[in-house]
């Protein structure tokens, strides 16, 4: 079946520094694939997303690449802040909206001042 | 714009009660919700695709007869758990997609924190 695996499980990070989470998907139809951030008790938030006719995509210190051929994505917080401190999920979905979204297991990311 | 909301935000029943729960598109309206169950340090499990005017679409392992899912309007999808035990106290998260646009995201409620006793 449909399946993200998401690594590493926990990043703890010094302020300032870069951080990188990476997903693996195996349905090779999924073309959308959202980053989320999620704090204790609250909803998960879209930070940044990406479509499968694109190779990377920046947001200020957010970015996130694909590479389709190894059903691999990934994504990367440069000049890390305290406030980046959170759990970030990766998903996956086909054709938009409509369809259904895989999530990863999460990355519990710390960043220390 | 997108805005989503649950309610109640939390909700503690006792075993074996039922416990309904909300989920409203409060700006848009939305022929597709989805239904998502979180366990604590855990991810975001898809539960069942909720179509309004439909059955729900359940994954595989979630009990169609204990999690009934109702979509009766293009802005409202409910979950009821039937027969709660404390193995269904959970963080229940719901999303929706936009009507009529080549949508890709989806918006999230708030979340409703189920505890049962």
């Known amino acids: 079946g449909e399946n993200v695996e998401q690594h590493p499980s926990t990043l703890s990070v010094q302020e300032g520094d870069s951080a990188v989470i990476k997903c693996t998907y195996s349905?090779?139809?999924?073309?959308?694939f959202p980053w989320y951030k999620q704090e204790l008790g609250k909803r998960p938030q879209l930070i940044i997303d990406?479509?499968?006719?694109?190779g990377e995509k920046k947001d200020q210190r957010i970015a996130v690449t694909l590479n389709k051929t190894a059903k691999h994505f990934s994504l990367h917080i440069t000049e890390t802040q305290p406030e980046d401190s959170a759990v970030y999920f990766c998903?996956?979905?086909?054709?938009?909206?409509?369809?259904?979204?895989?999530f990863g297991a999460g990355t519990r990311l710390a960043v220390h001042p | 714009g997108a805005v989503v909301s649950q309610h109640p935000s939390w909700v503690i029943c006792k075993s074996g009660t039922s416990v309904k729960i909300e989920c409203r598109s409060l700006?848009?309206?939305?022929?597709?919700m989805f239904w998502y169950r979180q366990f604590p340090k855990q991810s975001l499990m898809l539960m069942a695709t909720?179509?309004?005017?439909?059955?729900?679409?359940?994954e595989q392992g979630v009990e169609k007869d204990k999690f009934l899912i109702n979509h009766a309007s293009l802005t409202l999808s409910t979950l009821t758990v039937t027969s709660a035990h404390p193995e269904d106290s959970s963080f229940y998260i719901c999303?929706?997609?936009?009507?009529?646009?080549?949508?890709?995201?989806?918006?999230f409620g708030p979340g409703t924190r189920l505890t049962v006793t």
């Open positions: 999303s929706a997609v936009p009507l009529g646009l080549a949508e890709y995201e989806q918006y």
């Open positions: 349905d090779s139809a999924s073309n959308y």
């Open positions: 990406i479509r499968s006719n694109v």
């Open positions: 998903a996956a979905s086909r054709s938009g909206g409509y369809n259904k979204l895989i």
């Open positions: 700006d848009f309206q939305a022929t597709t």
């Open positions: 909720s179509n309004e005017g439909s059955k729900a679409t359940y």
